[in-house]
């Protein structure tokens, strides 16, 4: 048996991607045939972060999209590499910097502070200021783990590695190997993560309910948003208050709110939800997909854009907020790219089958699942893998980023049998297919997991890999590493460890259920106490000002159909998207398998924020007619007959609290206007201006 990571060349139609943007319009290149993972002899690694950062200096626009160059002029990256069917791949780039349009009224003679001045004045201030019952284990994991052998037919855990090197020597814990990180602590490793560190709020018990910790929990950091319990809940349970969101959890009350929202089959669809029938391709199976390729393509339809399309419409309008949340934090922790090759026909089927029908249930599940879905075995070659030319790129993966984690204990040598084990799996004819004939038989030990592995029969040889799936997902290492991710996710860049303590232990005691760690973390004091430790992504602003602008998804009356092919409300969601690229984030968008970092310093760019406030902009003037908007003289609806009761009053519609003096005077600056200034509910022509430069502040780009 060769003990190689090298793929045979050869073409096929069922074949994995480099998770690159599609190389032509019509997203339907054939597949061509793979390569090796990398030259010769070489064994890429993790090497540190890209050449160029340093401490305290985050990178601009988003996650670094370039990587340094290594001695042999590879390009190095950040995070996992591995085999696409034109070799080893670099992200796309990104788009140039946008700088600073639209903002250009610095030289009015007439007003006393420019526009573009009081907007970077207001918004840059965010980053200052940022810096249940127990469920037993289900039957189905519970069956995975009750498995047996006879004696062996080979043993890969004695097996010698043969190519290891000076950088990755086989068998040793590649944590102490590479000068990798997880990526988020590589990012709060700067000066600006050590600011947010000091303001985290530490210790931390668990109460018997949300309201109760809510109730009970004092605020103490320093924040400009207000400690507003039922404030706090909307903007972290959910992708952006609304007034309607804030009346519904004070009228219903906080517990009552949360059982609802996770139970998201019993809330209705919303209107926009209905709508998703405007998208086609999202009705469609895999085996569909592939049998209508031609038509769709001349049709121009694109199904993985249709998936981020509804994605995104379900993000804004949505009533099943916490569950869509989930949806998007699975999506980066188990990450697999909407635009990989392969992904028009696959991607939204992993959506469906595997991260929604999931995301509030059981994670051991959902990563067995993954494990079985021809999203994943393309996307990480698993499917070129077999006995005598083994592919560990899924293996890795499976225990670097989707259990485990990078210093959850294993080795090498772990990473090598993990990859024997797993052949045989692949894809053929769109569908989930073992081929025994590429199975590896033999006895491995990964972790703690041993099993003899030893059956010929395919059914008994692939509930063996099934089994080793399950027991990552119920591994105390996994429990750590999902609970520090979803701290990091609801409470701070830099979550308490006596909260992640907590949720790992939950975790555990629930077999890896997801509903119990939620109710963990929002009965607990360090979630109620972290008010203003988080800051939006990209992604997350935007979808934001939509929910907070009251954007409607029916089409307004100045809509004009020019695309015969798409309705109003399928443009107006490609138009989104479009504007979640240039600014670096939209869902299911990262190439590479890690998923886009969740720590405020990976995203900050004055770029990428005034490209943000341009949009809000777009959004107040109603310039996106394919949907319905409220008129700006209109979001208040008995304006106050002064400037600075209006300014008051408009905050508290778009960002639910009163600004700070020093932030009234900015945005009344914006106007040109003093407090006591008589004004129309148009503020004399400025309250767009005024608007916009509301949702610059802090109190809209905290959550």
Known sequence: MADQNVPPRRPRDDHGGDGRQHPSPDAYREHGPSTAYGPTGHQPGHPPYPTGHQPGHPPAAGPQPAYPMTAG???????????????????????????????????????????????????????????????????QVRGL????????????????????????????QPSTVRTYTEQNESYMGSRAGAVLKRNTPTGGRTFSGPAAAAEATEVTVETVLAKDPVRHLASRATFGATPKLLADIRRMGIDAWVRQQLEPEKIAPSAAELKLSELPT????????????????????????????????????????????????????????????????????????VVRRHA???YPEMLVAANKHPALLLYLNQNDSRADAVNENLARENLELYSVGVD????????????????????NDGKYVFRPERHYLGKVKILGFT???NSDDPLKADAAIDAYIAYLGLHPSTARYVAQSLATRFVSDTPPKSLVDRLAKTYAANKGMIKPMLMTLLSSSEFWASVG????????????????????????????QGDNRRTAFAQGLRQVQDKMRELGQYPMGQPTPDGYPDVYVAWTSAGTMVNGWNEAGELIGGRRTQFT??????????????????????????????????????????????????????????VAAVARTILASPQHHLR
Request: charged fraction near 25%; proline fraction near 7%.
């Open 360 to 362: 509030l249930g059981s």
């Open 451 to 453: 099993h003899a592995n």
């Open 408 to 427: 959850g204990g294993y080795t090498e040598k772990d990473v090598r049998q993990a990859a024997l084990l797993q052949t045989g799996r692949g894809v």
């Open 282 to 353: 999202l009705k469609l199976s895999p085996q569909q997909l592939r049998d209508q390729r031609d038509t769709l393509n001349e049709r121009g339809a694109q199904p993985e854009r249709e998936l981020v399309d509804a994605t995104i419409a379900r993000q804004v309008w949505s009533e099943r907020q916490l569950f869509e949340v989930m949806v998007d934090f699975w999506n980066d922790f188990l990450h697999v790219a909407a635009d990989f090759d392969g992904g028009e026909v696959y991607r939204a089927s992993f959506d469906a089958d």
């Open 145 to 172: 783990l009750d498995l047996g052998g006879d004696a062996p037919v080979g043993d890969a855990t004695g097996t010698t590695v043969t190519d290891g090197s000076s950088v990755r020597p086989g068998g040793q």
């Open 629 to 686: 908007y409220t008129p700006p003289e209109k979001l208040v609806a008995k304006p106050p007959a002064t400037a600075g009761a209006y300014v008051d009053a408009l905050a508290q519609r778009l960002v639910h609290q009163k600004l700070s003096a020093r932030e009234r005077e900015l945005i009344l600056d914006v106007a040109g206007v003093s407090a006591g200034t008589r004004v129309d509910a148009t503020f004399g022509g400025a």
């Open 533 to 560: 430790q988080k800051v939006r992504r990209p992604m997350e602003y935007l979808v934001a000002t939509y929910r907070a602008l009251g954007v409607s998804p029916q089409a307004s009356p100045a809509f004009r």
């Open 73 to 139: 002029h590879e390009p190095a990256r950040r995070g996992p590499r591995w085999v696409g069917p034109d070799g080893l791949g670099d992200r796309p780039a990104r788009p140039a910097d946008p700088g600073l349009p639209n903002l250009d009224d610095d030289g009015d003679p007439g007003r006393r502070v420019g526009r573009r001045r009081a907007l970077a004045a207001i918004g840059g201030t965010a980053a200052v200021v940022a810096g249940g019952a127990a469920l037993a284990m289900t039957p």
